[in-house]
């Protein structure tokens, strides 16, 4: 791929993502005698945090109506809030599951990745690799409570975690569709697929942008388990209870060996990634595709 755009990448954002939005945590740790506890609720405006009933799980509810798309914002509050959550020793277990009624997450924001300008491009993109890399290296015992669709950037996230539940609901579908949009999966969204089903299988899920239902995903090995709708999120959070019985020291140690290699080539060409981003998102012939593809989706109400 011809690296042509050259782009300043601001890194102001996203080494300190919390010094430009205004931090609606409150309540997140309170002292209490002279010891930090957690309070109840916590989080901030599009990604919710609530202490599940079990001892160390935490419940992150994303809540970016109507889609869940992956804006700027929405991956810098998840990033935030999962850092105060590694932080936060109490907790071991995080449960990731949406608020918008039938979509786990529409994927990454087309709206931040069509129209605008380099800049916004590079800050867009250190923001994904952020997201993917924290999730993905996490210490914290993470479970995919997917209760709706879940295409391309959603799948990845949901890929990142430890365990994915998915409602049993054939309307739904999961999968790295980007080539239907005339895009291709950058090689680490290609990695944690392969990680997850294997290379003949991400091969041609890949080429062919497949979304699957869930009884295919499960047989594929994309998801690890359907229950009813109603069932996701507690299914998750006992998952997470059978999980907790490993101590955590030899189970953190064991998901860092299986999986720094694969952040590691992510990690040793961050810049390089962003550049190729940038130019290949900035071509007129990309931009053409993803507006026909917004335009296409907007004009499925009318
Ligand atoms: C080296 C280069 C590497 C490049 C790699 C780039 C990687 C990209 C990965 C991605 O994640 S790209 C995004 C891919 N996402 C999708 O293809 C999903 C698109 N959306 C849907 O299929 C559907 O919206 C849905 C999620 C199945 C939900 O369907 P539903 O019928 O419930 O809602 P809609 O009416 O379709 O949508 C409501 C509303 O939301 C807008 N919208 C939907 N998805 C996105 C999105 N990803 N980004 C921004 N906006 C989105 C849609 O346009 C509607 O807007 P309106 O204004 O209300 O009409």
């Given at each position: 791929m011809a690296l042509t755009a050259v782009v300043r990448i601001p890194t102001r954002a996203l080494l300190r993502p919390w010094a430009r939005?205004?931090?609606?945590?409150?309540?997140w740790m309170e002292p209490v005698g002279g010891v930090e506890v957690s309070t109840q609720r916590f989080g901030s405006q599009r990604v919710l945090v609530e202490p599940a009933s079990a001892a160390g799980v935490a419940v992150m509810t994303f809540k970016?109506?109507?889609?869940?798309?992956?804006s700027l914002e929405l991956l810098t509050e998840l990033v935030i809030n999962l850092e105060k959550l590694e932080n936060d020793?109490?907790?071991?277990g995080v449960v990731l599951t949406s608020d918008c009624p039938g979509i786990f997450s529409a994927g990454l924001d087309l709206t931040e990745i069509c129209g605008r300008n380099p800049a916004h491009y590079a800050e867009y993109w250190k923001a994904v690799q952020e997201m993917w890399l924290r999730l993905y290296l996490s210490n914290l015992m993470l479970v995919a409570a997917i209760n709706g669709a879940c295409p391309a950037g959603g799948c990845l996230m949901s890929l990142t975690c430890d365990y994915r539940v998915m409602a049993d609901n054939p309307k739904y579908a999961i999968g790295l569709n980007e080539t239907l949009l005339g895009i291709v999966a950058p090689f680490w969204f290609k990695d944690t697929l392969v990680n997850t089903i294997g290379h003949r299988a991400s091969e041609r899920a890949l080429q062919l942008g497949l979304l699957f239902p869930p009884t295919e995903a499960l047989q594929v090995g994309m998801v690890d388990r359907l229950v009813p709708e109603d069932q996701v999120q507690s299914t998750a959070l006992s998952v997470l209870a059978q999980w907790m019985a490993i101590p955590d020291h030899a189970r953190q140690l064991t998901k860092n060996m299986m999986r720094k290699p694969t952040a590691d080539g992510l990690l040793k060409k961050r810049d390089e990634d962003i550049q190729n981003f940038v130019s290949f998102i900035s071509r007129d012939s990309i931009q053409k595709s993803l507006q026909m593809y917004l335009a296409k989706l907007r004009q499925k109400k009318g």
């Open positions: 939005l205004r931090d609606s945590a409150l309540g970016n109506p109507p889609v869940n798309s992956l020793k109490t907790f071991r």
